[in-house]
């Protein structure tokens, strides 16, 4: 359902639409965002690809106003894997100049720890009463 994709996310010159990056299937088969999907593809009218833009942009709010749990569990799906799509990776880096790989396993280069930052913090009276569990720690 590339029309219901492409209006959610209608690419550029610089960015592909999720269609052109095979996020149906993607969707369709993620165990956490395939219901949403499916149920707010069953939502929409017939003809609902033929409509103009602004016009299946409509129809997606007023779908989004009577089923708002339905529909952010699709938008939390749709944005998580176009933004983690790797030909969508490929263009965010070229236009940022940072990567935009998971900060893991590889990690980010961090500054290095200044303590200095731990000395009022360290300073404070205990904030907890200590139970036998944590044996006073």
């Known amino acids: ?10 690419g550029d010159a610089d960015f592909p639409t999720p269609g052109a990056v ?4 993607a969707l369709v088969m ?5 219901g949403p999907y499916l149920q707010v593809t069953s939502l929409l009218p017939k003809g609902f ?4 833009q602004e016009e299946r942009a409509k129809v997606l709010s007023q779908i989004e106003q009577k089923h708002p749990l339905i529909f952010n569990g699709l938008i939390v799906g749709v944005y998580s894997l176009y933004y983690t799509e790797p030909k969508v990776a490929i263009v965010i880096e070229r236009l940022t100049g940072h990567t935009a790989r998971p900060p893991q396993p590889a990690g ?3 500054v290095p720890f200044d303590p200095k930052f731990l000395t009022i ?8 009463r200590p139970t036998p569990e944590t044996d006073n720690a």
């Open 1 to 10: 359902m590339s029309s219901l994709l492409d209006t959610l996310i209608p």
């Open 22 to 25: 095979g996020l149906h299937d």
């Open 30 to 34: 993620h165990v956490r965002f395939g």
């Open 49 to 52: 690809a033929l409509l103009p």
């Open 108 to 110: 980010h280069q961090l």
């Open 121 to 128: 913090p360290a300073a404070r009276a205990q904030l907890y």
